[in-house]
C-alpha cells in the first residue's frame, strides 16, 4: 500500500515536499510516478514526475520541470517529490503509484499500485 503525504496550503512561489512511502510491499526497485488531479478534473493521465527503479531515469512534463525535483531513498522505501515556485494552478490532490518494473513510463496505464492522495492548495 502506498501513502502520499506532504500536501497542504502555500503561497504562490512558495514550496512543498511530499513523500510516497510504502507498507506492506517494497518500491525501492520500481518506477515511481507522481500525478494530480485538480478540482472538478479527471486525475491527469500522464505522471507529472517519474522515477525509475535505480533512480537513473527521471522524466517531467512540461508544466513541472524546473519547479518540481523527484528524488528516491530506497533504502527507506521512499520516494519524495520536492515542489518550488507552485502556482494557484498546480492547486489539486496529488497521488504517487507505482509500477511492476524499474523502467520509467509517463502513462497512469502502466501504473498498478496507487496510494491515497495528498491535497495541495496554493492560494494566488
Known amino acids: 500500500q502506498l501513502q502520499a503525504c506532504g500536501g497542504g496550503l502555500v503561497q504562490a512561489g512558495g514550496s512543498l515536499r511530499l513523500s510516497c512511502a510504502a507498507s506492506?510491499?517494497?518500491?525501492?526497485?520500481?518506477?515511481v510516478g507522481w500525478f494530480r488531479q485538480a478540482p472538478g478534473r479527471e486525475r491527469e493521465s500522464m505522471a507529472l514526475?517519474?522515477?525509475?527503479?535505480?533512480?537513473?531515469?527521471?522524466y517531467y512534463t512540461d508544466s513541472v520541470r524546473g519547479r518540481f525535483t523527484i528524488s528516491r531513498d530506497n533504502a527507506k522505501n521512499t520516494v519524495t517529490l520536492q515542489m518550488n515556485s507552485l502556482k494557484p494552478e498546480d492547486t489539486a490532490v496529488y497521488y504517487c503509484?507505482?509500477?511492476?518494473?524499474?523502467?520509467?513510463?509517463?502513462?497512469?496505464?502502466?501504473?498498478?499500485?496507487w496510494g491515497q492522495g495528498t491535497l495541495v492548495t496554493v492560494s494566488s
Open positions: 506492506g510491499r517494497t518500491i525501492s526497485s520500481v518506477a
Open positions: 514526475a517519474v522515477i525509475s527503479g535505480t533512480g537513473d531515469e527521471i
Open positions: 503509484a507505482a509500477r511492476n518494473t524499474e523502467w520509467a513510463l509517463q502513462s497512469s496505464r502502466y501504473y498498478a499500485y
